[in-house]
């Protein structure tokens, strides 16, 4: 009688217990707030899907300290202006092509150049105007390599595709490893752990074509050599093949129309903090929020959200966040950013600089380097404005184009006049623009709590617009099943065989 009465008592304490806990525990059914930090592409793209999923009336704040767009911007020069971070997009980007159309916008093909690679000393690789002559050249010094690597980033292409199926049937990833596997199993995974150079050498692409075409493709696209990882190498790959298009007006504009196409609310300022809050609805019942601190013009302020969205590398340089009180602790540091500056110049190039004595014939208007300690720029390649503006005859004639110099440091006036015969014009653009690579990669969770969700992570797989769209997709998706407790849309196994059968 004792002994059961005892464990009446206990269970019954029990069951208060759990009460109390499940009332403590409540969330907000629908969710109320979202908060989404920086309003780059990711950011953008994340309102836009986020207003899709969870519909008309939630609110959605997104806050930026700098300008909307973030690493997608252009810069000015003598009235016209000229993609100076995020520049072209691979046409089987299906995100950003699907935003350009629902938005209305309009896409622009980059003007194909005749493009050269240079070792310091003379051209490893010259195009010619003539396709048949290009061919010839390309198998008597490398074999049947750049058909091998064209069948090589096909095929990684194809298993990358499968993501576009999997988001459209509502699958969700929680970390990027589980999203990159999904897309293309171990191999994938394996990418991720080893740099290019093994990469390719495992699938048996010769030293002399890494050296002479695979490393300046890395140099031009992600201002590192061959050490980066397989993953982001393959992307950067892709991104030699034809086709690669921007959006008329600039890449930018993707993002102000996702922003007012989301109809989520701009807050133009800083976050500084994130913490988690607790609030009495009714008594007895307590909801967990984030509040979010953050400074604007006007001050600083304090606002609270049901989930929150990170859409900027946390890194102490780029998307400085304090996150207060949490337990265990919210790791943010993430790993070093690459330094790429961005230098435009109007002027005339200096072929006796790429070993081009007079008078020379320069035809070339994109320059790629190979890794020589000699060089202290990684690419020069002329650039058309975003709005495009026909090439007059006089400046044709004259030799006067704006150049887009990539190089790790700022350029001395020294090493500007060494490059250009003449120049009147030049703006420079320093980005923080890319994680520095470094296989075996730790890549950052994409849950960092309950519902605080970290887009970027996904840039430590690969930096790119399009990997950003796919980022934000996966967490619009994922903080909607979670809110929900719809287990059985997150990190599925074997979608690509089960969903071969769905139309
Ligand atoms: C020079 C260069 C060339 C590139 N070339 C290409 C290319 O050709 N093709 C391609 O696909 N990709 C390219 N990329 C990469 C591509 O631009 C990026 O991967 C992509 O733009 C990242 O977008 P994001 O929204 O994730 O981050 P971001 O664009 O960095 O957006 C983050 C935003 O958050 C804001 N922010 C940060 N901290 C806070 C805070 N505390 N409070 C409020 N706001 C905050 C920032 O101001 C920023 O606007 C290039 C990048 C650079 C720099």
């Known amino acids: 009688m004792y002994v059961s009465s005892a464990l009446r008592r206990m269970l019954s304490g029990l069951l208060l217990c759990s009460l109390r806990v499940a009332a403590t525990q409540e969330l907000r059914y629908p969710p109320n707030r979202i908060a989404v930090i920086g309003a780059g592409i990711g950011g953008t793209s994340a309102a836009y899907f986020l207003r899709q999923k969870f519909g008309k009336d939630i609110h959605i704040d997104v806050f930026e300290k700098d300008n909307v767009g973030g690493r997608l911007a252009t810069i000015e020069m003598e009235g016209n202006h000229y993609e100076a971070g995020g520049s072209v997009i691979h046409p089987l980007n299906l995100h950003m092509k699907t935003f350009v159309k629902d938005l209305g916008l309009n896409a622009r093909t980059p003007s194909g150049d005749l493009l050269g690679i240079y070792n310091g000393d003379e051209f490893v690789f010259q195009e010619s105007e003539w396709f048949l002559i290009n061919i010839i050249k390309m198998i008597w010094n490398y074999g049947l390599n750049f058909l091998r690597m064209y069948m090589w980033v096909e095929d990684i292409l194809d298993k990358f595709m499968r993501i576009y199926r999997y988001q459209t049937f509502d699958y969700s990833f929680s970390t990027t490893e589980s999203l990159l596997h999904a897309m293309g199993g171990d191999d994938f995974i394996s990418k991720l752990n080893m740099t290019i150079d093994e990469a390719m050498q495992k699938s048996g692409f010769t030293q002399r074509f890494i050296d002479d075409i695979v490393v300046p493709a890395m140099r031009v696209n992600y201002g590192q050599g061959v050490k980066i990882n397989g993953f982001v190498g393959a992307v950067s790959l892709a991104g030699t093949d034809s086709g690669l298009w921007a959006v008329a007006g600039g890449n930018k504009l993707v993002c102000s129309g996702l922003l007012y196409a989301s109809k989520a609310q701009l807050i133009q300022g800083t976050v500084t903090s994130v913490q988690e809050k607790f ?18 013009d006007r001050g600083p302020g304090l606002d609270l959200y049901d989930i929150v969205i990170i859409a900027t590398p946390l890194n102490k340089n780029l998307g400085n966040i304090e996150f207060v009180g949490f337990e265990p602790p919210i790791e943010t540091s993430s790993g070093p950013y690459q330094q790429t500056v961005a230098t435009f110049v109007h002027g005339r190039i200096n072929a006796s600089f790429f070993g081009c004595s007079k008078p020379c014939q320069f035809p070339l208007s994109e320059i790629l380097t190979t890794d020589s300690p000699k060089l202290f720029i990684r690419s020069i390649s002329a650039v058309s404005p975003v709005n495009p503006v026909p090439e007059s005859d006089t400046s044709k004639a004259s030799g006067l184009r704006v150049w887009k110099i990539f190089s790790p440091d700022v350029l001395t006036d020294q090493q500007l006049r060494q490059l250009f015969e003449s120049y009147h014009a030049v703006k420079v653009r320093n980005w923080l623009a890319y994680p520095r690579y470094s296989p075996p990669e730790k890549i ?40 929900y407790g719809k287990d059985e849309h997150i990190d599925q196994e074997d979608l690509a065989d089960r969903l071969k059968s769905e139309l």
């Open 279 to 296: 609030r009495s609805t009714k008594p007895g019942n307590t909801v967990k929020l984030y509040e979010i601190g953050y400074v604007t």
């Open 444 to 483: 950052p969770p994409i849950k960092l709590h309950r519902a605080i969700y970290y887009l970027n992570s996904i840039e430590w797989a690969a930096s790119a617009m399009e990997m950003s769209a796919i980022a934000a997709k996966n967490v619009a998706l994922l903080s909607y099943h979670q809110w």
